[in-house]
């Protein structure tokens, strides 16, 4: 158990929907990561936040958006949602200081797009 | 950006014998190297990972190696076991203003046969 929380762990709905994505990081930690899995893309980074700012992003769509909250938990918004969006989503997250390499990885929401 | 090849993305090996993973890198300013396992149904976990000031790390039946000349890193498996059966990623990651975002190669089937 790496400590950071995912819900739900599935998710099924139909195109056009839109879904949300919870997080809670471990404890202490700052910086949340978001990832997309797909059997033909791989793990694919969609976009970082630390203390509760965006600090980086990858190849998140428009139709997508995240936030962190005050208390630091991450929600991913999914909208518009298309078949291909049907993923497993994990969020990761790292300590804070010098040594933000480490992440640690929830286990997943499986989404499915209909 | 940064891209990591993996090979092989399958591998199929007798209990006992070992197992060798290997990654190519293409961005010379990368210097932090995690490899990650990930079983069915699981979020990806960190098992090992080196910097780019050392060649070589070792944890128990797991090492990694770093070639930063030739940009390849390997991941090595001693008297495997069927419980090191799952799906290995290596990755490769640039610092930049705060943000530590790995890419990952696509991933590596490891299936260990009693």
């Known amino acids: 158990d790496s400590g950071v929380t995912q819900t739900p762990k599935h998710l099924i709905t139909a195109t056009g929907q839109r879904v949300t994505l919870r997080c809670s990081p471990r404890?202490?930690?700052?910086?949340v990561y978001w990832y997309q899995q797909s059997l033909d893309q791989g793990l694919q980074f969609l976009i970082q936040y630390y203390n509760g700012e965006e600090r980086a992003k990858g190849n998140i769509l428009e139709r997508f958006s995240a936030q962190q909250f005050p208390d630091l938990h991450s929600e991913l918004n999914l909208s518009s949602l298309e078949l291909g969006d049907s993923a497993l989503y994990f969020c990761?997250?790292?300590?804070?200081?010098?040594?933000?390499?480490?992440?640690?990885f929830g286990p997943g929401t499986r989404l499915t797009v209909l | 950006g940064e891209n990591v090849e993996q090979h092989p993305s399958t591998l199929s090996v007798q209990e006992g014998d070992s197992a060798v993973i290997k990654c190519t890198y293409s961005d010379s300013a990368s210097n932090y190297f995690p490899w990650y396992k990930q079983e069915l149904g699981k979020g990806p976990q960190l098992i090992i990972d080196i910097r780019s000031n050392v060649g070589e790390k070792k944890d128990q039946r797991i090492a990694v190696t770093l070639n930063k000349t030739a940009k390849h890193f390997s991941l090595h498996i001693t008297e495997t076991q069927p419980e090191d059966s799952a799906v290995y990623f290596c990755?490769?990651?640039?610092?930049?203003?705060?943000?530590?975002?790995?890419?990952f190669g696509r991933g590596t089937s490891l299936i260990v046969h009693p």
């Open positions: 404890s202490g930690d700052l910086s």
């Open positions: 990761a997250s790292s300590p804070p200081g010098g040594s933000t390499d480490t992440q640690y």
């Open positions: 990755a490769a990651r640039i610092g930049s203003g705060g943000s530590y975002i790995p890419t």
